[in-house]
């Protein structure tokens, strides 16, 4: 099932919804830990989950497998991620073609990174420029068999230097045919906010899944919101400070953290949230207990009708 149909049913039922990202595993025992995390978080009823695309190639057939897995074994709707980089048409082609074939119906479109070690991003032979070009090549090919998503920045994307411009283009997005946008991470949730309205403004009117990466380690996110130059509001700031030494302490702060964001934004009217789990399990479950979500773990057994564990698979 196309992701904006079942965006528009969670949306007519009036309940949040969530969708998980995964990115493909290195090694072949990180593949078999990450499929059966994979089956164990289907507990918890995403409504859909995306699989990263390497830009520059070296995984990304791992990423056909893992949504060709996901899809047909697991029976979990999958949004495949597919970037332009070191793609020519013909190898863009080969990907839609086995995300079709296993009955994936979702693709993230993006231009990627520049490959590792590489500055400045260009597009190759036979390629694409941009993440627009992919969106309108997929619904020239693919009419409206995919559910096509896009990124979006609230703090505005790395290369650009102008915002105005950031807005048009990811408008020019939508207007090639992107039916949702999922956010880069944030923390600063006013931020947010204003982003999307100002997107409103801006004649935007898709859905917009904010990005919430739980902290799970103070390393990984000082690496990472430095990486995205992402805007760290000065309460989070001092609250790490003291224990940032304390690897399970920093792990309960970024539940409790990611917790507290999610309602800020749910109060503005978001309904859908997008968690980068980073591959793991227990923030994610956790932050989806606090929001009352899905039913705590310890209380399963004790129900004589567990919702979240008999929710019909399509
Ligand atoms: P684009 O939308 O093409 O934008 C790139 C830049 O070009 C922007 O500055 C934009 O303003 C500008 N621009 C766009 N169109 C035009 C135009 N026609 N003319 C001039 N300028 C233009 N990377 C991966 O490698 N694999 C992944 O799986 C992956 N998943 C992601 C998921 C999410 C939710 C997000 C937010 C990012 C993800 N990324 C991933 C990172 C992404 O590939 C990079 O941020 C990349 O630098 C930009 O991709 P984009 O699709 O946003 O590019």
Redesign the pocket.
Known sequence: MKVIDKIHRAKEEGRPFWSF?YFPPKTTAGVMNLLDRMERMYNLGPEFVDI????GGSSSDLTSELIATAQSVYGLETCM?L?C?NMPKQKIDIALKAAKACGNQNI??????PPRGEER?ESCENGF????DLVAYIREQYGDYFSIG????PEG????TDKE??FK??K??VDQGADFI???LFYDTELFKDWVQECRKRGIHVPILP?IMPIQSYGGFVRMTSICRTSVPESILEALEPIKDDDQAVKDYGVKLAVQMCREIQEAGTQGF?FYTLNLEKSTRLILEGLEFVVPRENIRSLPWNPSLSKKRE
């Open positions: 990202e990263t695309w390497n830009a991620h970037t980089t993230l479109a993006l231009r990627g990174d991003w420029a941009y993440a627009s896009v990124a979006g920045y994307h790395l290369d650009s411009e950031d283009w990811l020019f997005k999922v956010t880069q990005g997008h």
